[in-house]
């Protein structure tokens, strides 16, 4: 095979609880992720010239900073591969917004290395490498919607949610993850999210009782900073969504509707004003 195309969508986290903190200073996280349609393509095609990569997106690196190769180093490592290959990412998602962009995309380049170069490596092999790579790295290799615990190497599907239509908006407003750790490691979180109620509701399909238990701890400390994200969530909540979040450290908040006309007319008002800013829905593959 000399040609691969793998799609890599975004993650949204329904919820998100920070635990406790490692003695390797990594930190320990309970959360509900699923996927949504809104993604990136990735595309891996043979090359005798080497490695080379290239995106449609001019503000993303393309050198050995990108999680892309990042992940293709480690195959390289690993299994001793010589092969060159070309890789193109068509970029949609958009960066440091708490949506997995980089991670979604490193998963990807592990499903597509794996497959253009005939690796075989299994799918408990690729989680155990994307580990290494980042935490939402080995939930986006496999996607949909799940329990996360650990530092996001445990992972236990959860049954999948009916459509619905969510409305992610991102502000101008660009959140490091680490800078998010470190104020929440300044303080005592007070608010955890009843992430075991969130299951059952699920379970239950009761999406409607959702926005009383779900949560993101990093929301406390974002909204101090940034009060524009806060206000991006009480307006999805006005317009109608049943349940709304920031997701990941922040700045992308998500609104779930259960009507597809009102999640389009709600993403049209909020379009008006925010450039990033799209209709999405969830899916499950």
Excluded at 162 to 189: C, G, H, M
Excluded at 255 to 280: D, I
Aim: aromatic share 6%; proline share 4%; with cysteine.
């Amino acid at each position: 095979m000399d040609k691969v195309v793998v799609k890599a969508k975004a993650k949204v986290n329904l919820t998100l609880d920070v635990t406790g903190r490692r003695e390797d200073g990594y930190h320990e996280m309970k959360m509900i992720n699923h996927s949504i349609s809104l993604e990136d393509t990735l595309t891996f095609e043979t090359s005798p010239e080497g490695i080379s990569l290239t995106s449609d997106n001019n503000q993303m690196p393309l050198d050995e900073k990108n999680l892309v190769i990042i992940a293709l180093r480690k195959l390289q490592k690993r299994l001793n591969v010589k092969n060159g290959v070309k890789i193109h990412i068509e970029k949609r998602i958009p960066s440091q917004a708490g949506l997995a962009g980089g991670s979604s995309d490193a998963a990807a380049a592990l499903k597509g290395l794996n497959i253009l170069w005939n690796l075989n490596l299994s799918t408990i092999d690729l989680l155990e490498i994307g580990a290494t790579i980042g935490a939402d790295v080995p939930y986006c290799l496999i996607g949909g919607t799940a329990l996360v615990e650990g530092i996001g190497e445990k992972i236990t599907p959860l049954p999948a949610m009916k459509k619905l239509y969510v409305v992610v908006i991102k502000p101008n407003v660009n959140i490091s993850t680490p800078w998010a750790f470190e104020k929440l490691d300044q303080r005592e979180i007070k608010n955890h999210p009843d992430v075991s109620a969130v299951v059952q509701l699920l379970k239950a399909e009761n999406y409607a009782e959702l926005k009383v238990v779900m949560g993101n701890v990093f929301e406390e400390v974002a909204f101090e900073q940034y009060p524009e994200i806060c206000e991006i969530k009480k307006g999805l909540l006005k317009n109608g969504a049943l349940a709304a979040i920031m997701t990941g450290s922040g700045s992308t908040v998500v609104g779930y509707f259960q009507e597809k006309k009102l999640a389009e007319m709600v993403w049209k008002v909020f379009n008006q004003k925010y450039s990033t800013c799209f209709f999405s829905e969830i899916s499950e593959n």
